[in-house]
């Protein structure tokens, strides 16, 4: 198939490049995609050196499928111009993620609903995608009726410039600041603009694409969401109050057999997951699984993942296997 990385040049973009090759991935031609600004750099895949190209040279060569990560502006311009010609478009921004005709697809919980209609996809949020991997096994199981999280999210998730402002402070270099407030040494409790309700859009996006993904619009979901000088890897200390009674036994029953996730709980031995063991790995781990002692059927857990794998770039790319798959795009392979 003939694929585009819109956004190629980026932190998910260059990530979205390895992991097509790490999978596999039946790419007969790659599109290498990017601002003016990057147009004529270059790009390693597969051991060759490709160029960057403009989004309309992109759009005139009808790619099969686009992974786009540029940012929801350009998804809103450019998405519907490669849809127009055919193309898959698979966007990682927040632009279409909320929009009722667009799925919002982890495929390992609701890949099913995709249909051959859908040339626009949303890949959700980075800390929605880890946290609804768990919890969705357990929402058949137990059914959820609150969750309350609180997020320790890495500065990969922000960009490269946040990455540089923390490797700049723990040097005792000057740069380029990608928050209002050193990074080091300190937590913000302060992702993406605050809303009229006082959260975040970061916080708000867990509450609607948790149920959007689930299909549970009646999960009440609190968030707290907090940037931490880590590099790469988001952590969750995440409460969750089911509707029906539960042994914690079975708990770990079904989250062992629950593919995408990996149980790391042996507190005896210092075992739990952390985000610098996730980094580089497409699974998401969970541990620290207990019961919560001040409420009937409530549990709590830590879950983390690599925010740039399965928060992004890994989820992209394994929504377009399932459309492979299913035999949704690529028809030029089947005849």
């Not at 969750?147 to 990455?163: D, L, R, W």
Request: aromatic share 8%; net charge negative; glycine share 6%.
């Amino acid at each position: 198939m003939k694929v585009a990385v819109v956004g190629a040049t980026g932190l998910v973009g260059t990530t979205m490049l390895r992991i097509l090759e790490e999978r596999s991935f039946p790419v007969g031609e790659l599109l290498a995609v990017a601002s003016p600004k990057s147009v004529g750099k270059e790009v390693y895949f597969r051991n060759t050196i490709q160029q960057v190209i403009g989004l309309e040279e992109a759009v005139n060569s009808k790619p099969d499928i686009a992974l786009f990560s540029a940012g929801a502006t350009v998804s809103r311009e450019w998405a519907p111009k490669f849809a127009a010609v055919g193309t898959r478009v698979i966007d990682n921004s927040s632009c279409w993620r909320m929009d009722p005709n667009v799925p919002l697809i982890v495929p390992e919980i609701n890949g099913e609903v995709l249909t051959e209609n859908d040339k626009i996809i949303a890949n959700p949020n980075c800390s929605t995608i880890q946290m609804v991997m768990v919890l969705n096994p357990l929402h058949l199981q137990y059914r959820i009726k609150r969750i309350v999280v609180s997020t320790y999210q890495s500065v990969s998730g922000t960009g490269v410039k946040a990455v540089q402002q923390l490797f700049n402070e723990r040097n005792g270099s000057s740069g380029v600041m990608a928050y209002p407030y050193p990074i080091d040494l300190n937590c913000l409790p302060h992702i993406d603009s605050f809303l009229e309700n006082g959260y975040t859009k970061e916080e708000m996006k867990m509450v609607f694409e948790t149920r959007k993904i689930m299909r549970a619009p009646e999960v009440q979901v609190s968030p707290t969401t907090v940037r931490v000088p880590v590099k790469g890897g988001h952590s969750e200390s995440v409460n969750v109050e089911f509707e029906n009674e539960f042994e914690l036994k079975d708990i770990f029953e079904i989250l062992s057999h629950t593919p995408g996730v990996v149980v790391q709980d042996d507190p005896s031995n210092n075992i739990y997951p952390m985000p610098i063991y996730a980094e580089g790995k497409d699974e998401v781990f969970v541990g620290r699984i207990r019961r919560d002692p001040s409420q009937p059927n409530a549990l709590n857990c830590w879950i983390v993942s690599d925010n740039l794998r399965k928060g992004a770039a890994t989820n992209a790319i394994q929504i377009a296997e399932y459309l492979f798959k299913m035999k949704l795009v690529g028809e030029k392979v089947y005849q």
